[in-house]
């Protein structure tokens, strides 16, 4: 996991005088300790920069928490970023500036001369990084939304011919997931066509899974879903049926909803006969 911080500054310094635009518009000013991490995991945030409006450069600023294993292992890694070329970075790992590019050389020596900036810099693991996941954990590492499964063929033509499966899976969180086709229990791996992993902008993902096949009755195509949000996978089924068998289902299904609706009104009627009246003499009356 990673959160990402950016600060976006339209100038128009020259590259000759890029280490004294740094020293006074970031160190001199304190913008550097003043940065505070997205609590969200993967974003990048942009920051405004201080200074007038741009002519000709563009200088970024961007810092990266990474966490292995919750906090247990927790790396900050700040980049200087001039005409999306970096030419300057601090790695907790490493502990120091390092220049990038000849640009970065001027400031690496200078930072690196800064005792009690090159203490604040290595104490951004705990202070900003530490922090910060502390802070908003609860929903975010630790949110878990279930996926929603449903399976539906691509045309609705009759059987042993050419047909795509859609095994839509939506609205889950996080986006790790595991998505499989079997046919009559067993895995199917060629065929299988997958969209990128979509993001629907309210922190829950998406995915369509497709299966090519050539459905024949008795076949039973099963999408099969693993996620972290759920402590059982989500199997989902989809039965090849031949016209015939499709209109018995549908007919027994229609018989067993006009069933339910006259034993719903035979209740009703009932309950209003032991009241002492029929409906026909609530409806006089």
Sequence with gaps: MLYVVQEICLISTPPSDIHSFIRTSFINKGNHSSLTYSA??????NLTCPGSPAEDFV?????????????QRVRLVARQIYNKEEILRFDSDVGVFVAVTELGLSSAKSWNAQKDLLA?????????????????????????VE???TISPARTESLNHHNLLICSVTNFYPRQVKVRWFR???????????????QNG????QILVMLEVIPRHGDVYTCHVEHPSLQSPIT?????????????????????VLGLI????????????????????????
Aim: aromatic letters at 14%.
């Design 236 to 256: 989902v089924e989809w039965w090849a049926l031949s016209e015939s068998a499709q209109s018995k289902m549908l007919s027994g299904i229609g018989s067993f």
């Design 59 to 71: 200088y970024q600023f961007k810092g990266t928490c990474y966490f292995i294993n919750g906090t």
């Design 120 to 144: 604040e810099y290595r104490a951004h693991v705990d202070t900003l990084c530490r922090h910060n996941y502390y802070q908003t954990a609860s929903f975010t590492v630790q949110r878990r």
């Design 262 to 285: 006259f034993l719903g009104l035979g209740l009703i009627v009932h309950l209003w006969n032991k009241k002492g009246k029929s409906p026909l003499e609530k409806m006089r009356n």
């Design 147 to 149: 996926p929603v499964v």
């Design 184 to 198: 009559n229990k067993e895995e199917e791996t060629s065929g299988v066509v997958s969209t990128p992993l979509i």
């Design 40 to 45: 969200t995991p993967i974003p990048v945030l």
């Design 202 to 205: 309210d922190w829950t993902y």
